[in-house]
């Protein structure tokens, strides 16, 4: 069974410019989480779905930030534009809906650089 | 609001020595669940052990073990005969008991492992 994957893995932008993030979850996970570390601080939630919906977005920052997940199935995190203080590691986890023991499987990150 | 706790940035350990990695937590919540997540240097994120809050029993997998400390809301890491592999950085981390509930993560250990 493949395993919750995130491309680019590393990506380096200038200030002002755009990226997408994107996250294919585990096949058949209706949660998907985005969570976010800036450098040598605690994983930050950003945001939650369930499926297609939007099930808690409270940490995303600012709106230059929109995440969306087409057909309940990958998800993309856009930044727009980019700041310096977006620079960090970006993680996508997936996990089933409806079991309380589960625990969240994880995507090797995305290193987001804003120079 | 919950928030996790580790007062440990950096610790390094013997090979085939044991090691005890700390995390404190808050919450007013009954229902909870404890994990502590390894990410090691290729960057992807696994789970390494979890605790059930009703459940008085610590939680062992294999070499790994916990502490909780229900009420000291204190939930610390054991890593018996440590090998080079277990070099890594590890996260505690926190969620209601509620199924597709977000997680609260600690700030993160680095653990070195020295042959």
């Known amino acids: 069974e493949a395993g919750v994957t995130q491309f680019p893995s590393h990506s380096v932008i200038e200030k002002g410019q755009t990226v997408t993030l994107r996250c294919d979850p585990i096949?058949?996970?209706?949660?998907l989480y985005w969570y976010r570390r800036v450098m040598g601080k605690e994983i930050k939630f950003l945001l939650h779905?369930?499926?297609?919906?939007?099930?808690?977005e409270s940490g995303m920052p600012n709106n230059r930030f929109l995440a969306e997940r087409t057909g309940g199935t990958y998800s993309t995190l856009k930044v727009q534009p980019a700041e310096l203080e977006d620079s960090g590691v970006y993680f996508c986890a997936s996990s089933p809906r409806g079991r309380r023991n589960t625990e969240a499987f994880f995507g090797q990150g995305t290193r987001l650089t804003v120079v | 609001a919950q928030t996790v706790t580790q007062s440990q940035p950096e610790m390094s350990v013997q090979e085939a020595e044991t090691v005890t990695l700390s995390c404190t937590y808050d919450?007013?919540?009954?229902?909870?669940?404890l994990f502590w997540y390894k990410q090691p240097p290729s960057r992807q994120m696994i789970l390494v052990i979890r605790q059930e809050a009703y459940k008085q029993q610590n939680a062992t997998e294999n070499r790994f073990s916990v502490n909780f400390q229900k009420a000291a809301k204190s939930f610390s890491l054991k890593i018996s005969d440590s090998q080079l592999g277990d070099a890594a950085m590890y996260f505690c981390?926190?969620?209601?008991?509620?199924?597709?509930?977000?997680?609260?993560f600690g700030e993160g250990t680095q653990l070195t492992v020295n042959p």
């Open positions: 096949s058949g996970h209706d949660n």
């Open positions: 981390a926190y969620r209601w008991g509620t199924s597709g509930s977000r997680l609260t």
């Open positions: 919450t007013s919540e009954s229902d909870y669940y």
């Open positions: 779905f369930v499926k297609e919906s939007k099930q808690d």
